[in-house]
């Protein structure tokens, strides 16, 4: 009994020994949880049990009361059940263990053999063999939490009422620990919290100063690098980033958005201090390839992390493996919802994450507003400085400048107005724009120019207006309208110029465009101007209209001799007569030179026009006064009908040009109306003028040589080169039938140019074939004479074919010289400087004025054949050819004769002393070979002939 007693106090003190222990592993130490298994452990081989076993309570989703073993003991060779499902998530209630919640939920310890618990508890107890089991219930401070267990699986174990007693202390201790931990949780889990929201409080401090910062400078109105500096700055400094840019995005005319960088910057951390390394620069990068990582943020809009950027897929292609970015995160930024930007950061050191989006979020508003209010601060200053220099140039402005409202009513002028005006701002503002307008200004155009604003904003044109002292001016007007926001047009804002002298001189320049210098009368253009519109007015109503052709005979003579002053005078006389003798609405224009047209219109009876004709021609008849001495002109008319001889204005002046040659072939002084034979005539000689182009390109011309005997030796001294033109199909054509249309189409210069070249070039020949020297005479034309480069292209001929200038002869007209004699003695002197012989041709045809030989540098006077003709049976002309000869001689020219065709002429003409001859008689003009036979057979021709 004693040794019973003694073993039960044994075994309790024992049981004391492990609540100790299990007290100072649970209670006092920090992780009891880690000590569970050595106490579970102590308590099963002190209770001798074979599993001891904690379970804890908890709920299922529709609140009924589950347990599920946590921790476990077992004996060695005891099957453990930490494992066992079934002891996971076990219902009470349904696994036949309700009993077990009333009981332990109530601190009753259940304990006993199984085979004496109730059933099903009892059957499920053996099931698992267990043979006697106790369990205590464990509390914490909410109330029941579970139990902690102890089965003996090998024999019944009984508890004594100390042992459950103790196994109550036990779970007691149990249940301390449990809240203990659990109160540590909490207080940890709450210390976590405060910290965390004081850090968060502290971070939020960082983040308000910041923004505070970035406020202010705004405000100090810093400029945007230095504003977007900072802003990026602080972004860097509040996500520990170290580099970063600040952009905005932007978009191209065609809608491709592109980014523009405010700032950019690399930082370094330093002491925990950020700070920004590189400034961004004043006018910021572009940065215009939006594949870039980045700009993802930009295309959805959404921030984008990449906390591993080498291995982040959006990179590829884009930075390069070294790149320096590591970390990488993109925060878009808005405003009012719209996009405007993006600030990235990178190279944390920490990943990336939501919260550091989530701070940054005000940052990031207020980087949008910033933004935006700088866009509209620029906007307001460009639209001050805007209205400011809109203010200067409407002050400024030498062009008029009038604002009206809507309904015309004057709100504004400026300086230039009152200027123009001679109105002061006072006096107009409030008055309707129609003052100004002139008082013939047909109000109908106003009308006009509202109606034009109102549909395409604008109208502009010619306006008379009127000054304060009631003249009338033209002005150039500009009429726009300004409308406000709703479209509605508020205003009328009219620029204008006074264009009073611009107009003067439109009027001036349109004058001087359509009228002939010399007698006011309408020139060629305005004429067939108004021939058109003639014709167009006759053929409306059936009309006529006749032109007339009107060329004056002997005005080139006039003209030539008593000079250009008094050819002027005469014209202009001319022009009045014409003028009076037509009637007012008939047009009179001069075309130029001696020619004059005529239009008469409106009328129907042809017969009409010779009296007009007759009329012209009789007021030219009569003698002119010019400076006192009476001048003779006549005039020779070719008149051409609409619409019988043509029915534009072109045709009707050809026919009528063509006609008045005809009145001049039928003795000048008359009119001839336009025939079907003359349109033949002209269509011949147009044809001619064709064949005559195309004669140049094909090489139909040919040199004639006719050799020119010096009388006092008879040699050969000079040869004249004479053009023939052998056409394929009118054959051999003569130079008087085709040198004046030549003239006349300017295709004399590029014949003049060859004939001067092949005479030339044979004259070399020539001069080295013979021993004595020889003369080429080249017939000039006045163009060729005329032209600017005339001397050069001698020159370059004699270059060309290395003949010397002395044996180069130039034959030119009376006529020639006299067109322009200063210019002409200028060449003619320049021509005898370089050593070339010059000879007057057709001597006696024209002026015949020994005169002006004295003045010129001229060396043979070439009496025309028409004198030397009839030089043994008229007296006159041997009388004429004389006197010449013996002038000329006197003024130390030579003299030759042309046309000597018989001896009686040939020995008359050596009687009087004449120092040259040609003519048929000694040669007819013969193509090159044949002169170089006979010069070779004759060279001295004299002896032969005078032997004859
Ligand atoms: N009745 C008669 N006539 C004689 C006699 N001897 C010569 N003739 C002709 O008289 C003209 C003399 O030439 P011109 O007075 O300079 O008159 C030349 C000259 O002014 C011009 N001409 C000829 N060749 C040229 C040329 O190459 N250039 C230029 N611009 N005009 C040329 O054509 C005019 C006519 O030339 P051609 O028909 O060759 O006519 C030549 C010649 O064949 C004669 O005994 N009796």
Redesign the pocket.
């Known amino acids: 009994m004693i040794n019973k007693k003694a073993e039960i106090s044994h075994r309790y003190d024992v049981l004391l020994e492990v609540m100790a222990h299990a007290a100072e592993q649970l209670l006092y130490s920090p992780h009891w949880e880690k000590n569970i298994h050595n106490v579970l452990e102590r308590l099963g081989k002190t209770v001798g049990a074979c599993r001891t076993f904690v379970f804890e309570n908890h709920y299922n989703r529709e609140g009924q009361l589950l347990t599920s073993q946590r921790y476990e003991w077992t004996a060695p060779g005891v099957q453990p059940q930490i494992n066992n499902p079934e002891l996971q998530n076990f219902s009470y209630e349904a696994g036949g263990f309700q009993r077990w919640i009333t009981l332990l939920s109530n601190d009753q310890v259940i304990h006993g053999r199984s085979r004496d618990f109730p059933s099903p508890e009892s059957t499920i107890l053996l099931r698992h063999g267990i043979q006697s089991t106790a369990v205590v219930p464990i509390f914490v401070r909410d109330g029941w939490w579970g139990f902690i267990g102890f089965d003996n699986t090998r024999h019944e174990r009984l508890f004594s009422l100390a042992e459950e007693n103790a196994l109550k202390t036990l779970a007691s201790i149990f249940g301390a620990a449990i809240t203990w931990e659990s109160i540590t949780r909490e207080q940890e889990k709450n210390r976590h919290q405060l910290e965390r929201l004081l850090s968060k409080e502290r971070s939020h401090h960082q983040l308000f100063d910041a923004i505070g910062r970035i406020q202010s400078l705004f405000i100090q109105d810093a400029n945007p690098s230095v504003l977007f500096g900072n802003v990026l700055q602080e972004a860097l400094t509040l996500s520990e980033s170290q580099l970063g840019f600040l952009s905005e995005i932007r978009y191209t005319k065609t809608g491709t958005p592109y980014l523009r960088t405010l700032a950019i910057g690399n930082t370094t951390c330093n002491n925990g201090q950020c700070y920004l390394r590189a400034t961004c620069s004043l006018s910021g990068a572009e940065l215009a390839k939006l594949k870039a990582l980045f700009c993802d943020a930009i295309t959805s809009g959404k921030a984008v992390i990449a906390n591993d950027v080498p291995n982040d897929p959006q990179v590829s292609g884009v930075l390069s493996s070294d790149s320096q970015i590591k970390r990488f995160l993109g925060l878009p930024f808005y405003h009012h919802g719209s996009l405007l930007g993006i600030v990235g950061v990178a190279n944390r050191d920490k990943p990336y994450d939501k919260r550091l989006i989530e701070y940054l979020d005000p940052l990031l508003s207020t980087c949008g507003s910033i933004l935006d209010a700088y866009h509209n601060d620029q906007r307001r200053r460009d639209a001050e400085s805007r209205l400011r220099l809109t203010a200067k140039v409407f002050e400024s402005t030498i062009e008029g400048v009038i604002i009206v409202d809507a309904r015309a009513y004057i709100v504004d002028v400026n300086k230039a107005f009152t200027h123009i005006t001679g109105m002061v701002r006072q006096e107009i503002i409030g008055q309707h724009l129609s003052v100004l307008r002139a008082k013939q200004e047909e109000p109908i155009s106003f009308q006009k120019i509202w109606r034009s604003i109102k549909s395409t904003g604008q109208w502009q044109g010619e306006l008379w207006s009127q000054r304060k002292n009631g003249e009338t001016y033209p002005v150039w007007m500009t009429v726009s309208s300004v409308r406000n926001s709703k479209e509605e047009i508020t205003h009328y804002v009219a620029v204008f110029s006074d264009i009073t002298i611009r107009k003067q001189t439109e009027q001036r320049l349109y004058y001087l465009a359509h009228h002939d210098t010399l007698t006011g009368l309408p020139n060629r253009t305005l004429f067939l101007d108004r021939l058109k519109h003639a014709i167009n007015h006759a053929h409306r109503r059936n009309y006529r209209v006749a032109v007339l052709f009107i060329d004056l005979d002997r005005f080139k003579f006039i003209n030539d001799t008593l000079g250009h002053r008094i050819g002027d005078i005469l014209l202009k006389q001319v022009a009045k007569r014409m003028q009076a003798n037509i009637r007012a609405e008939d047009t009179i224009a001069r075309l130029g030179g001696d020619e004059f047209t005529v239009i008469i219109e409106s009328f129907t009876d042809t017969s009409v026009i010779p009296l007009i004709a007759r009329k012209i021609i009789n007021a030219c008849e009569k003698p002119f006064n010019i400076n006192g001495k009476e001048l003779f002109v006549s005039a020779s008319i070719g008149i051409s009908l609409y619409p019988t001889d043509g029915y534009d204005a072109g045709m009707l002046l050809q026919h009528a040009d063509a006609a008045m040659y005809r009145a001049k072939e039928k003795g000048k002084n008359s009119y001839q109306f336009f025939t079907t034979e003359i349109n033949a005539a002209a269509a011949e000689h147009l044809a001619l003028e064709n064949r005559l182009r195309k004669a140049i390109a094909q090489g139909e011309f040919q040199?004639?040589y006719?050799p020119i005997m010096d009388m006092e030796s008879g040699a050969i001294v000079s040869v004249?080169?004479?053009?023939?033109w052998v056409n394929p199909e009118l054959g051999l054509i003569?130079?008087?039938k085709f040198?004046p249309l030549a003239e006349e189409t300017g295709l004399?210069i590029p014949?003049?140019e060859w004939?001067l070249q092949t005479a030339c070039a044979q004259a070399k020949i020539w001069n080295q074939e013979n021993t004595y020297p020889l003369r080429i005479a080249?017939?000039?034309?006045a163009r060729?004479f005329q032209q600017i480069d005339f001397l050069e292209r001698i020159l370059e001929i004699l270059k060309k074919t290395d003949l010397l200038p002395n044996r180069l002869e130039l034959?030119l007209?009376e006529s020639m010289i006299m067109d322009n004699m200063e210019a002409s003695l200028e060449t003619l002197n320049a021509l005898k400087k370089m050593g070339c012989q010059i000879s007057l041709?057709?001597f006696g045809t024209g002026y015949s004025s020994l005169a002006y030989l004295k003045r010129f540098p001229i060396d043979t006077v070439?009496i025309?054949?028409s004198f030397v003709?009839d030089i043994s049976t008229d007296p006159d002309d041997a009388a004429i050819t004389t006197a010449v000869t013996t002038m000329a001689h006197s003024l130390r020219r030579k003299v030759v004769a042309?046309?000597?065709?018989t001896r009686e002429q040939l020995e008359f003409l050596d009687n009087i002393g004449v120092n040259g001859v040609?003519?048929?008689?000694i040669s007819?003009?013969a193509p090159a070979e044949n002169f170089t036979r006979l010069l070779q057979e004759r060279h001295y021709i004299n002896h032969d002939l005078l032997r004859l």
């Open positions: 040199l004639y006719q004249e080169a004479l053009i023939r003569n130079p008087d040198i004399i014949i003049g004939v080249i017939n000039l034309s060729q034959e007209t041709d057709d070439k025309d054949h003709r042309e046309g000597v065709e040609q003519g048929y008689f007819y003009p």
